[in-house]
C-alpha cells in the first residue's frame, strides 16, 4: 500500500510538472493532503478517488487545450480531498447518493472562496469525478459482495461435509454443545444417534469408489428426510454418521426413528448406476442418563452401536453400561486376532456325520477353535463375528480351507478313503471380490478333487445381497467344489427359493431337532422340509441330534443323514482319523 502511495504522489508531481513547468508549494500542500487521507480507515477509497480527481482535471486540460498551472492542480486537489474525507464516512453505508452532495457542497464551496477558479472546468470535473465515483461504488460494493460470498463459501466448507453436504464433526459438536445448555437450562431430553453402515467397503470394492460416494449421498438425503429440521444430521467420517435428535420425549421417540432410518436406508439403491443394497448399524444414547457431555454422548453411542452390528447388524441398539466391558473385551479381542493367526493359535475339530442306514461316518463338519497362550480356549461365539467386522474373517477362512485339504492329502498318504468335509463360510469371505480366485488356486495346489470339500453357507447370508451371492454361489459350484446351505429354517427363505440355489446340501437347523418330543408326533414344518428337500434331490442332514427320541423320528422320516453329540461330539484331528479307521457307530 505503501508503495502504491508513492506511486500516487509520482503521478501528481509528473502532472503538475507538464503543466507548470516547476514545482511550487502548492504541490507539495497537495501531496501531504493526500498522504493524510491515505491514512485515514478508507485509505484505498480516497487514494482511489485522488487518483481519478488528478485524471478528470488532466483529461479536461487536455480537451479543452488549457494550461492547468499548479494553482489550479492545487484547487482540484483541495476540493477532492475535503470530499473525500466525507466519502470515506459515507461509504460505509454505500449510500452513493450522499457521496455526490457532498462532493457538490465542497466544489462550490471552494468555487465562493476562490473566485478565479474556472467554472467550466469545475462543470466538467464534476461530471468526471460523479461518473468515476459512482462506477468505483459500484465496483466496490461488488467486491464486497464477492468477498461475503468467498466467506460464506469457506465457512460452509470448514463446517460441512464435501461429498453430501451434511455438517462436518466440527458443526455437529457445536450443535451438540447448544443442545446440552439448552436442554441442561429447560430440563428437558436429547438423543445421539451413531450410524455405521453395515459392509460398505464391499460396496467400494465391488463396484467403484463413484458408486460408493452416490451411495453415500442418497443415504444421507434419506437420513435427513427421517428427521425433523430441528434435528441436525452430520457425517463424521467415511460412512459414519451422527444424529441429534432435541426435545425427545422419550427413549421410544428415538428408538421410532431409528427403525424409520433403517427402513430408508435398506432401500435398494437403483438411480443413475448399478443396484445396491445396504444396511446399517445404529447406537443411541439418551441425555442426560447416558452421558452429560458431548463426549460421552457420542462415546457411548458408538459402543452401543457397535454393540449392535456384533449382535447382527441392520438393527439399533440403546447404550447399556454393561457393553463397555464387553466391547472392550472385543477390541481386545480383535487385536488379538492377526496375532493368533499370525503365531497358529487356531486349530480345527470335527464332528463326524454318520449315515445312520449303514452307521458310518460319511462326512465331517470342520469346527475351528482358539486356544490362547494366556487365556486359554476361547470359543468361537466370542471371537467369530469380531472376526467379521474386522476382516480376519477371510484370512482365517482360508486358512481353515487349506487346513482341510491338507488333511485331505493326509488320508491319501495314509491310504484311507477321503470323507467330505464341510467348512463354514461367512457372508464377509462370499462378498470378498478376491474370493473365487483364492479358492481355485487353493484346490489347484492341493490336487484334491475338489467334491471333497463343501462349503456351508447360512441362509440370512444368502438374502443380505441375494443376487450377487447367488451369482457367487454358482462360480463356487462351477469349481466343483459342494454347497450346503445351513441353519435353514431360522432366516428369510422359503421352500420355493430352494429350487434356483445352487445347493446340494440342506442343513436343518438343530432348533427343528429339539422340537421333536415324540417319534409317532410328526412337527409338519420339520416333515415338510425334509421331503420338498428329497424332491429336489437334496441331501439332508439333521444337525443337533441329542437323543435317541430324535433319531428315531428322523430315520421314520426318511431323514438319514445326522450329526450331533448322541453320534459323537467334535473331536481333533488324530481322534478324527482314529474314528474314521474303525468306521462304526459307538
Excluded at 426413528?257 to 433403517?262: F, G, N, Y
Excluded at 485339504?405 to 463354514?424: A, G, K, M, T
Excluded at 487353493?442 to 463343501?454: A, G, M, Q, V
Aim: negative net charge; aromatic residues 8%.
Amino acid at each position: 500500500m505503501v508503495s502504491f502511495m508513492v506511486l500516487v504522489m509520482i503521478v501528481g508531481i509528473v502532472l503538475n510538472y507538464i503543466f507548470s513547468k516547476g514545482l511550487t508549494i502548492y504541490t507539495l500542500i497537495g501531496i501531504g493532503l493526500g498522504y493524510i487521507i491515505s491514512r485515514t480507515k478508507y485509505y484505498q477509497i480516497s487514494i482511489y478517488l485522488l487518483i481519478g480527481g488528478l485524471l478528470a482535471s488532466t483529461i479536461y486540460s487536455i480537451l479543452v487545450g488549457r494550461e492547468f498551472d499548479s494553482h489550479t492542480i492545487f484547487i482540484h486537489v483541495a476540493w477532492l480531498s475535503l470530499s473525500l474525507v466525507f466519502a470515506s464516512i459515507l461509504l460505509t453505508v454505500r449510500k452513493s447518493i450522499f457521496v455526490a452532495i457532498i462532493h457538490l457542497v465542497a466544489i462550490f464551496s471552494l468555487a465562493y472562496f476562490v473566485p478565479d477558479i474556472d467554472l467550466r472546468a469545475i462543470g466538467v470535473s464534476i461530471g468526471f469525478l460523479l461518473v468515476f465515483s459512482s462506477l468505483l461504488i459500484t465496483t466496490m460494493q461488488l467486491r464486497n459482495l464477492l468477498e461475503e460470498t468467498r466467506q460464506e463459501e469457506i465457512s460452509i466448507q470448514a463446517t460441512h461435509d464435501q461429498l453430501t453436504g451434511l455438517p462436518n464433526r466440527i458443526l455437529f459438536h457445536d450443535r451438540l454443545e447448544q443442545a446440552l445448555a439448552r436442554a441442561e437450562r429447560r430440563k428437558t431430553i436429547f438423543s445421539v444417534l451413531y450410524l455405521d453402515l453395515d459392509n460398505f467397503k464391499y460396496v467400494n470394492d465391488e463396484y467403484s469408489h463413484d458408486d460408493g460416494d452416490r451411495t453415500l449421498r442418497i443415504i444421507a438425503e434419506r437420513i435427513k428426510k427421517c428427521i425433523r429440521n430441528s434435528d441436525t444430521a452430520g457425517r463424521i467420517s467415511g460412512d459414519e454418521f451422527l444424529v441429534l435428535l432435541e426435545n425427545i420425549e422419550n427413549s421410544e421417540n428415538a428408538a421410532a426413528i431409528s427403525q424409520k432410518i433403517l427402513d430408508a436406508i435398506s432401500r435398494p439403491i437403483t438411480s443413475n448406476g448399478p443396484e445396491i443394497m445396504i444396511t446399517a448399524s445404529i447406537g443411541i444414547t439418551i441425555y442426560p442418563e447416558d452421558g452429560k457431555t458431548n463426549v460421552e454422548l457420542m462415546q457411548n453411542a458408538d459402543i452401543a452401536m457397535y454393540y449392535a452390528k456384533s449382535e447382527g447388524k441392520n438393527s439399533f441398539s440403546f447404550f447399556r453400561p454393561e457393553m463397555k466391558s464387553e466391547i472392550l473385551k472385543n477390541i481386545a479381542l480383535s487385536k488379538n486376532l492377526q496375532t493368533a493367526h499370525d503365531n497358529n493359535e487356531f486349530y480345527l475339530e470335527y464332528q463326524p456325520q454318520y449315515d445312520i442306514r449303514t452307521e458310518k461316518v460319511f462326512g465331517a463338519e470342520a469346527l475351528i477353535r482358539w486356544r490362547h497362550p494366556q487365556q486359554g480356549l476361547i470359543k468361537p461365539r466370542e471371537f467369530i463375528s469380531v472376526a467379521e467386522n474386522n476382516g480376519m474373517i477371510i484370512p482365517i477362512g482360508e486358512w481353515v480351507i487349506k487346513d482341510v485339504l491338507s488333511l485331505q492329502n493326509n488320508f491319501e498318504n495314509s491310504s484311507r478313503q477321503r470323507v467330505r468335509i464341510s467348512v463354514n463360510v461367512s457372508g464377509r469371505q462370499i462378498k470378498d471380490p478376491h474370493f473365487i480366485k483364492k479358492l481355485d488356486e487353493i484346490i489347484t495346489t492341493s490336487k484334491i478333487n475338489p467334491n471333497c470339500l463343501e462349503l456351508e453357507i447360512t441362509e440370512g447370508t444368502i438374502f443380505e445381497n441375494y443376487d450377487q451371492t447367488v451369482s457367487v454361489l454358482k462360480e463356487i459350484r462351477s469349481l466343483g467344489i459342494r454347497l450346503a446351505i445351513d441353519n435353514f429354517g431360522t432366516g428369510y427363505s422359503s421352500l420355493c427359493h430352494l429350487e434356483s440355489l445352487p445347493f446340494d446340501t440342506l442343513k436343518i437347523d438343530s432348533s427343528f431337532i429339539h422340537r421333536i418330543s415324540n417319534p409317532k408326533v410328526s412337527p409338519p414344518i420339520l416333515t415338510g422340509i425334509i421331503s420338498i428337500a428329497a424332491d429336489l434331490g437334496l441331501e439332508v442332514i439333521a444337525e443337533g441330534v441329542e437323543n435317541r427320541t430324535q433319531l428315531e423320528f428322523l430315520r421314520a422320516s426318511g431323514c438319514y443323514l445326522v450329526q450331533g453329540y448322541l453320534l459323537k461330539p467334535s473331536l481333533d484331528q488324530n481322534k478324527f482319523i482314529n474314528l474314521l479307521a474303525k468306521q462304526h457307530i459307538e
